[in-house]
């Protein structure tokens, strides 16, 4: 049997990050840099005003007190707005707004508040330092400086800085296009009336959730039937317009296993037994240079299989590492048996437990119900699978073993449970964790 670790290593050495190519802001929400982008401007672009209120020369401000105010007459009036405001004469004031560009020979602005707000003279009643809410040109980014390496996930805050850099189509790597294709002669597409003997097609649902929650875009062709020609048309007619294709099902050892059948010797694609449970049947290859992973049929086997082997390659596709899912250290709660030489995950729910059985620092893992491969209740339930090294197979309560956080939002349940600034996270990828105790 392969292990776990060598069929995913043999995936990620055969995927590569998408061809960089520039995007517009839209598209480039939630892919990577590709590329540094350094900064063609300075921001801000030119000395502004940082409040409302008067640009004057901080020397001529000098004495004003709230019981002697300086009067200063007002010049000009400066909105935020194109054009370059008139030079400010010595002994004068002028109205600005907030954004707008400071005239020259202005070196301070007094906010409205400390004047009596005059349109034709204003009363300065304190005295300003030069540079007081005074935003200097290129204080945030200077011309010429990186903005965002390479390897940045462009999200909310880096859309808005690359924007404000006026970068209109940053280099990034596209979102892998990835085709999600089920077989089974079983199946008919969900809200449809069931006949004996049919099941809905809930694999390629999952599977395409899953894969667009790691960032990449699914075309989803449902319910092939267990016929070679039918699933060799399927998977031919997207192979020229995908960057990997995930099916489910067909890769067992029985008869009208589609997949296996028509897979087989096509490029470089190779069926194994992965000692790992739920999952064992796997394959995975190129045909005609695209990535194929074939997972297995039984729903909690598919999307597991996903989260340990689809979500790192697609991870990588995307220039990212492939670190996978993040990995806690979890107490174990519940006694645990678990199969000789196989690495098993155990889909838990997590608490937060002190000794006294009140919350407090610990973090324990309970299985959240049936573990059986075609089980997915457990798996909706989960916040996390529990990881059993193949070595082991009881886990006594109080046991501590890595587990895998699940979840679009598992940033959240991190946050919940108290993980996030805390050092207990365990980055490292190794396949095991001693137990304890
Ligand atoms: P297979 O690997 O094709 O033998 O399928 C294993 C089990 O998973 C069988 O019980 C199938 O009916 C079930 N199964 C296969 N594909 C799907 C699917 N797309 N949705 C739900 N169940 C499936
Ligand atoms: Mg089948």
């Known amino acids: 049997m392969t292990t776990v670790d060598e069929h995913l290593e043999r995936i990620l050495a055969a995927v590569a990050p998408t061809r960089p190519r520039r995007a517009g802001l839209e598209q480039a929400h939630g892919c990577v840099l590709a590329a540094d982008v350094r900064a063609t401007v300075a921001l801000p672009g030119f000395d502004n005003s940082a409040m409302d209120g008067y640009a004057v020369r901080a020397a001529d401000v000098a004495e004003a007190t709230?019981?002697?105010?300086?009067?200063?007459?007002?010049?000009?009036?400066?909105?935020?707005?194109?054009?370059?405001?008139?030079?400010?004469?010595?002994?004068?004031?002028?109205?600005?707004?907030?954004?707008?560009?400071?005239?020259?020979?202005?070196?301070?602005?007094?906010?409205?508040?400390?004047?009596?707000?005059?349109?034709?003279?204003?009363?300065?009643?304190?005295?300003?330092?030069?540079?007081?809410?005074?935003?200097?040109?290129g204080e945030d980014v200077a011309p010429g400086a990186l903005v965002l390496p390479a390897g940045t996930v462009i999200g909310s805050a880096q859309i808005g800085l690359l924007a404000a850099v006026n970068v209109a189509r940053p280099p990034v790597h596209p979102r892998p296009r990835v085709a999600v294709l089920s077989t089974g002669t079983e199946l008919v597409e969900v809200g449809s009336p069931l006949g004996a003997g049919q099941i809905v097609d809930s694999n390629s649902h999952?599977?395409?959730?899953?894969?667009?929650?790691?960032?990449?875009?699914?075309?989803?062709?449902?319910?092939?039937?267990?016929?070679?020609?039918?699933?060799?048309?399927?998977?031919?007619?997207?192979?020229?317009?995908?960057?990997?294709?995930?099916?489910?099902?067909?890769?067992?050892?029985?008869?009208?296993?589609?997949?296996?059948?028509?897979?087989?010797?096509?490029?470089?694609?190779r069926f194994d037994q992965v000692a790992m449970q739920p999952g064992k049947p796997q394959g995975f290859g190129l045909v005609e240079g695209?990535?194929?992973?074939?997972?297995?049929?039984?729903?909690?086997?598919?999307l597991i299989s996903f989260e340990l082997f689809v979500r790192p390659a697609l991870q990588r596709m995307r220039g990212l590492a492939a670190t996978g899912l993040p990995r806690i250290v979890v107490t174990v709660g519940t006694e645990l048996r678990s199969p000789p030489g196989r690495r098993t995950f155990v889909r838990v729910g997590l608490d937060r437990l002190g000794d006294d059985?009140?919350?407090?620092?610990?973090?324990?893992?309970?299985?959240?119900?049936?573990?059986?491969?075609?089980?997915?209740?457990?798996?909706?339930?989960?916040?996390?699978?529990?990881?059993?090294?193949?070595?082991?197979?009881?886990?006594?309560?109080?046991?501590?073993?890595?587990?895998?956080?699940?979840?679009?939002?598992?940033?959240?349940?991190?946050?919940?449970?108290?993980?996030?600034?805390?050092?207990?996270?365990?980055?490292?990828?190794?396949?095991?964790?001693?137990?304890?105790?």
């Open 206 to 269: 999952g599977i395409a959730a899953a894969a667009r929650e790691a960032g990449a875009v699914v075309r989803r062709l449902a319910g092939v039937p267990d016929e070679p020609d039918a699933f060799g048309k399927a998977l031919h007619g997207v192979l020229g317009d995908v960057d990997a294709v995930v099916t489910t099902g067909g890769v067992s050892v029985g008869a009208y296993d589609v997949v296996k059948e028509v897979l087989t010797g096509t490029g470089s694609v």
């Open 66 to 137: 709230e019981d002697a105010p300086t009067t200063l007459p007002v010049v000009d009036d400066i909105p935020a707005g194109p054009g370059t405001p008139a030079p400010l004469e010595p002994g004068t004031a002028a109205r600005i707004m907030t954004g707008a560009p400071l005239p020259r020979g202005a070196d301070a602005v007094v906010q409205l508040e400390w004047t009596d707000g005059g349109r034709e003279s204003v009363a300065v009643r304190r005295p300003a330092g030069r540079g007081l809410h005074i935003r200097r040109a």
């Open 357 to 437: 059985g009140r919350p407090g620092p610990a973090t324990v893992a309970r299985p959240a119900g049936g573990q059986g491969s075609h089980q997915l209740t457990s798996l909706a339930g989960a916040q996390a699978l529990l990881i059993v090294p193949e070595d082991v197979t009881e886990v006594p309560v109080g046991a501590r073993l890595s587990a895998l956080l699940l979840g679009a939002d598992s940033g959240a349940i991190l946050s919940r449970m108290g993980w996030a600034d805390t050092d207990t996270t365990d980055k490292g990828t190794g396949p095991s964790e001693p137990i304890a105790r």
């Open 290 to 302: 695209v990535p194929i992973f074939t997972l297995p049929g039984n729903p909690a086997s598919a």
